[in-house]
Nanobody, 115 residues
């Protein structure tokens, strides 16, 4: 099993920045890809970004140039640096791990961008 714990969500004004963290524990050797998703009120959960074990990254178009995903293998942690935040980025952000067999999800962390 893999356990994921997100942190770093907060209230921030438009144009501000936040860094989310996702700490993995357990059978982390089973992890192939780490992803961030988000779910805004009344909307479906959507993919935000991913990073592979090899370091390849990808982003949804709406965050390209503003968000950066990275990982610290020594700390078993994945980060999502979010800059130039907009009100439409308001959501619960979830960490997801694609495993050899199945997936794992964190509990989510709330990001609220308000003016």
């Amino acid at each position: 099993q893999v356990q994921l714990v997100e942190s770093g969500g907060d209230l921030v004004q438009p144009g501000g920045s936040l860094r989310l963290s996702c700490a993995a524990s357990g059978s982390i050797f089973n992890i192939n890809i780490m992803k961030w998703y988000r779910q805004a009120p009344g909307k479906q959960r959507e993919y935000v970004a991913h990073i592979t074990n090899g370091g390849s990254t990808g982003y949804v178009d709406s965050v390209k140039g503003r968000f950066t995903i990275s990982r610290d293998n020594a700390k078993n942690t994945v980060y999502l640096q979010m800059n130039s935040l907009k009100p439409e980025d308001t959501a619960v952000y979830y960490c997801n791990a694609v495993l050899n067999f199945g997936t794992a999800w964190g509990q989510g962390t709330q990001v609220t961008v308000f003016s």
